[in-house]
C-alpha cells in the first residue's frame, strides 16, 4: 500500500508539471522488474492477466524482456506505456494500481520507475506506425550537464542521412522527462529481422552520405557528439517483445 501511494503521489506531480510545460508532448512510461528467483511463471502469469484485464487498446501496455546485458540473466522486463498525452496522467489508475500490487508485486524482486519518456518526433522515422516491432535495440546516452547543441546537431544530421541509406528503418530518440537524470537520452531502433535491424540499406555507406550531404562534417561532428557524453553512460541492450504479456492488436 504504501508504495502503492507514492506511485500516486509521483504521477499527480508528474503530471501537475507536464500540464504547465508540455502540453502537447507524446510520452512513453517505462517500468524494469527482475522477478523473485523461482517466480518468474509465475510473474508472467500474473503479468499476463494484469494485461488482459487492464490493458486493452485504449491504455495499451507492451512487455519486452531484456536479452543482452548482465541483467539479463536473471530475467529482466520492461513494460511499456506508449504514446500518452497530458489527459492520460489525469486519469483514475487507482483501480488498476491496486491490482498489480496484489496480484503482480508478490513476484518482484526488484522494480523501478515509473521512467516517464517524451519522444523526439523530428528525431524519428517510421514510427508513428502503432504495430509494435519483435525486436528492440535501446542505446542509453547520458549527456554533461552544459550546452549540448553539437550532440543535438550530430543527431539531427544523422537522422536526415538515415532516411536515404535506410528508408525502411524504424527509428526514434526519447528524452527522459521525469525518473532520472534529465541528461539521460535512449536511442531506439526497432525491427523484426535480426539481420537486418535497420531494414535494407541504400545509397552507400552513412558516413559517405553524411559527408556528402553535410560538407565533409561527419568526423567533426561525431568527435564532438561524442565530447557531450559522459564516458561509463553508454549502454547498448536488445529486448524481444513478448506479445504474450503485451496488448493485443
Do not use: C, H
Not at 517505462?30 to 509465475?42: F, L, R
Not at 494485461?51 to 513494460?79: C, F, H, M, W
Not at 518526433?121 to 550537464?145: A, G, H, M, Q, W
Amino acid at each position: 500500500m504504501k508504495n502503492l501511494k507514492i506511485l500516486t503521489l509521483t504521477l499527480l506531480f508528474v503530471s501537475v508539471s507536464f500540464a504547465q510545460y508540455n502540453p502537447n508532448a507524446e510520452y512513453w512510461i517505462t517500468y524494469q522488474y527482475t522477478p523473485k528467483k523461482g517466480m518468474t511463471a509465475k510473474f508472467e502469469s500474473a503479468v499476463k492477466a494484469k494485461t488482459k484485464i487492464y490493458n486493452k487498446s485504449d491504455n495499451p501496455v507492451y512487455t519486452a524482456i531484456q536479452t543482452t546485458g548482465e541483467l539479463s540473466e536473471n530475467g529482466r522486463y520492461e513494460r511499456i506505456m506508449p504514446r500518452r498525452d497530458i489527459d492520460w496522467f489525469m486519469r483514475d489508475n487507482t483501480a488498476e494500481g491496486k491490482y498489480w500490487m496484489a496480484n503482480v508485486d508478490k513476484y518482484v524482486q526488484k522494480g523501478e520507475g515509473p521512467y516517464v519518456w517524451i519522444r523526439v518526433k523530428e528525431l524519428s522515422i517510421n514510427f508513428d506506425k502503432p504495430t509494435p516491432s519483435k525486436y528492440i535495440r535501446v542505446n542509453t546516452r547520458v549527456l554533461k550537464n552544459g550546452d549540448n547543441s553539437d550532440f543535438w546537431r550530430y543527431l539531427r544530421r544523422r537522422v536526415e542521412v538515415l532516411k536515404k541509406t535506410s528508408p525502411d528503418i524504424k527509428y526514434t530518440v526519447f528524452r527522459l522527462d521525469s525518473g532520472g537524470n534529465a541528461n539521460t537520452i535512449r536511442i531506439i531502433t526497432a525491427y523484426d529481422n535480426m539481420k537486418k535491424p535497420q531494414g535494407e540499406t541504400n545509397n552507400g555507406a552513412m558516413r559517405a552520405i553524411y559527408d556528402e550531404m553535410y560538407e565533409g562534417a561527419w568526423q567533426d561532428d561525431f568527435d564532438k557528439y561524442n565530447e557531450r557524453l559522459i564516458e561509463w553512460a553508454r549502454p547498448q541492450y536488445n529486448y524481444t517483445l513478448r506479445a504474450d504479456l503485451s496488448t493485443s492488436n
